[in-house]
């Protein structure tokens, strides 16, 4: 069992991380002009899941559902919490007290697995982004932003030990 204090350590870690990727996915979208996933998206699949409808020719046909933006941004900040308990699955929890940089960034390398084989396929956009108009772009695209989530991970660790 863990105590309270690193259950709310592992959930700052997470948000923070995920916090990190979304602030360097910003700052390519105004500086570069570098589109990022649009997690209402994210939500209106998740919505159409509990309807039973888990595949989508392309998300974009599906008709917006309530309150897809909210349970998109909160699923993906989730998500960023959860893929920080596999990375301390597999190193440990003392991670959390001396972070590495190396661990993290193969975390957020490895994290780009599931959208690659997941969220890209169910959203209609093909098995790590085989069916958009620029294949090659989208997975370079993604793994730059799994690997500024692992940053993150470093980043917002060390931040937490610090303080």
């Known amino acids: 069992m863990i105590s309270f204090d690193t259950a709310a350590n592992i959930v700052a870690t997470g948000i923070g991380a995920t916090l990190i990727m979304d602030v360097f996915a910003f700052a390519q979208k105004r500086l570069l002009g570098i589109p990022s996933l649009d997690y209402r998206l994210v939500g209106r699949w998740l919505i159409c899941t509990m309807n039973g409808q888990f595949r989508h020719d392309t998300i974009l046909q599906t008709p917006p559902r309530p309150f897809e933006r909210s349970v998109g941004w909160v699923v993906h900040y989730a998500i960023g ?40 396929p169910a959203l209609g956009f093909g098995f790590a982004a ?14 730059v932003t799994h690997l500024s989530y692992g940053l993150g991970l470093y980043l917002t660790a060390s931040l937490l030990v610090a303080l």
């Open 81 to 120: 919490v959860i893929f920080l308990i596999a990375l301390l699955a597999v190193v440990g929890l003392a991670w959390l007290d001396e972070p590495r940089l190396w661990p993290a960034l193969a975390a957020g390398l490895v994290s780009v697995l599931a959208p690659f084989a997941i969220m890209q």
């Open 130 to 143: 085989s069916k958009t108009p620029s294949p090659l772009l989208a997975r370079m695209k993604s793994v």
